[in-house]
Nanobody, 124 residues
Framework: QVQLVESGGGLVQAGGSLRLSCAAS????????MGWFRQAPGKEREFVSC????????IYTDSVKGRFTISRDNAKNTVYLQMNSLKPEDTAVYYC?????????????????WGQGTQVTVSS
């Protein structure tokens, strides 16, 4: 069992930055690939980024490439999402998720555990 708790969300002006953190419980964090998803009001949840268990492989959705960076610290059981040059369209609830197995994956159904989410609001 893995429990995930996101933090770091908030209100920021367009062009600003936020760093989301996702703290995981459990001793097997390093064996999970981790992902970030988001859901805007009235829209379906969408993939944002993911990272393999060692951090050697990362994937980003096109709309955040060059602006967002995912990373992980297995010693701290934490995964991060550094978000720069934020845009109003980045406004959403951001969720982190853990996928059993090592490979980074964009597929939400492959994630076994989900956090409660953290709100990110970008004002224009």
């Amino acid at each position: 069992q893995v429990q995930l708790v996101e933090s770091g969300g908030g209100l920021v002006q367009a062009g600003g930055s936020l760093r989301l953190s996702c703290a995981a419980s459990g001793r097997t964090f390093s064996s999970y690939a981790m992902g970030w998803f988001r859901q805007a009001p009235g829209k379906e949840r969408e993939f944002v980024s993911c990272i393999s268990w060692r951090g050697g492989s990362t994937i980003y959705t096109d709309s955040v490439k060059g602006r967002f960076t995912i990373s992980r610290d297995n010693a701290k059981n934490t995964v991060y999402l550094q978000m720069n040059s934020l845009k109003p369209e980045d406004t959403a609830v951001y969720y982190c998720a853990a996928s059993r197995g090592s490979g980074a994956t964009m597929t939400s159904s492959r994630y076994n555990y989900w956090g409660q989410g953290t709100q990110v609001t970008v004002s224009s």
